[in-house]
């Protein structure tokens, strides 16, 4: 069982360093929650990282705390890495697996999602790839994140038809403002499959907390024009909705 919110950890190593994300996740589990969720490519993105910095925070912060009996972590692969390394090929699953485990200072990953889809390589190669790692004790659980939902079931009919362990969440693009696509073309994948669903950027990245209001407001943060977006009428009418 895992708490019903969960901490995402993209910005660790971006906007907040090792010692705000401490604060953080000490307070996040203090408050009695337990799902932490990252990925090997955060925060790749931000001037002078390379890659892996939040699962190297979340592995300092394990290590010190002493808390990885209490919290169930949650990483994804399949971004790219630079210097051709991405994809979901069972070579780079196991070289990447390995990289995660080092990095996050464990022995095993609670919940190993595929990032992206690869469309290049079969689904009966990254299944069996990821079944093989369970079998190794070094993940638990998969699921799937900006998959469309043909692949996560021709994925789970593979593994099915194959007594392999299949995807059994997805982690999709899903708020107050951005519905139609879960609503339309997941939902009954979602009820079908029995998948558990850890919705990001679940407050429009910040929009939906009714901090930003105005253009001036994106320049608070980093992070603050990819919030831009929305900022118009109907962004207005849901906030205002929202009290």
Same mark, same amino acid.
């Given at each position: 069982?895992?708490?019903?919110?969960?901490?995402?950890?993209?910005?660790?190593?971006?906007?907040?360093?090792?010692?705000?994300?401490?604060?953080?996740?000490?307070?996040?589990?203090?408050?009695?929650?337990?799902?932490?969720?990252?990925?090997?490519?955060?925060?790749?993105?931000?001037?002078?990282?390379?890659?892996?910095?939040?699962?190297?925070?979340?592995?300092?912060?394990?290590?010190?705390?002493?808390?990885?009996?209490?919290?169930?972590?949650?990483?994804?692969?399949?971004?790219?890495?630079?210097?051709?390394?991405?994809? /979901?090929?069972?070579? =780079?699953?196991? *070289?990447?697996? #390995?990289?995660?485990?080092?990095? &996050?200072? $464990? !022995?095993?990953?609670?919940?190993?999602?595929?990032?992206?889809?690869?469309?290049?390589?079969?689904?009966?190669?990254?299944?069996?790839?990821?079944?093989?790692?369970?079998?190794?004790?070094?993940?638990?659980?998969?699921?799937?994140?900006?998959?469309?939902?043909?692949?996560?079931?021709?994925?789970?009919?593979?593994?099915?038809?194959?007594?392999?362990?299949?995807?059994?969440?997805?982690?999709? /693009?899903?708020?107050? =403002?951005?519905? *139609?696509?879960? #609503?339309?073309?997941?939902?009954? &994948?979602? $009820? !079908?499959?029995?998948?558990?669903?850890?919705?990001?950027?679940?407050?429009?990245?910040?929009?939906?907390?009714?901090?930003?209001?105005?253009?001036?407001?994106?320049?608070?943060?980093?992070?603050?024009?990819?919030?831009?977006?929305?900022?118009?009428?109907?962004?207005?009418?849901?906030?205002?909705?929202?009290?």
């Amino acid at each position: 069982m895992v708490s019903p919110l969960t901490l995402g950890g993209n910005v660790f190593g971006w906007t907040l360093d090792e010692k705000k994300s401490f604060d953080i996740l000490d307070a996040f589990v203090h408050m009695g929650f337990n799902f932490i969720d990252t990925a090997d490519t955060y925060s790749r993105w931000a001037p002078g990282n390379h890659g892996g910095e939040s699962e190297m925070i979340i592995g300092k912060w394990l290590k010190k705390s002493g808390k990885r009996t209490d919290v169930f972590i949650a990483t994804k692969l399949g971004g790219d890495m630079g210097d051709g390394k991405k994809g /979901l090929s069972a070579k =780079y699953i196991k *070289q990447e697996v #390995e990289a995660s485990l080092k990095r &996050l200072q $464990t !022995d095993h990953i609670d919940l190993y999602q595929s990032h992206y889809d690869d469309p290049e390589t079969p689904v009966s190669e990254t299944m069996t790839a990821f079944n093989e790692l369970i079998k190794e004790g070094k993940v638990r659980y998969i699921g799937a994140s900006n998959f469309s939902a043909e692949r996560i079931r021709e994925s789970n009919d593979f593994a099915r038809e194959n007594n392999l362990q299949p995807y059994i969440s997805l982690q999709p /693009l899903y708020n107050l =403002y951005d519905r *139609q696509k879960f #609503e339309k073309q997941y939902l009954k &994948l979602v $009820t !079908d499959e029995g998948l558990g669903v850890i919705p990001y950027y679940s407050l429009a990245s910040g929009f939906l907390s009714g901090k930003y209001r105005s253009e001036a407001d994106l320049g608070k943060i980093a992070r603050g024009q990819g919030i831009k977006k929305y900022l118009n009428q109907r962004g207005v009418r849901i906030l205002a909705g929202m009290g």
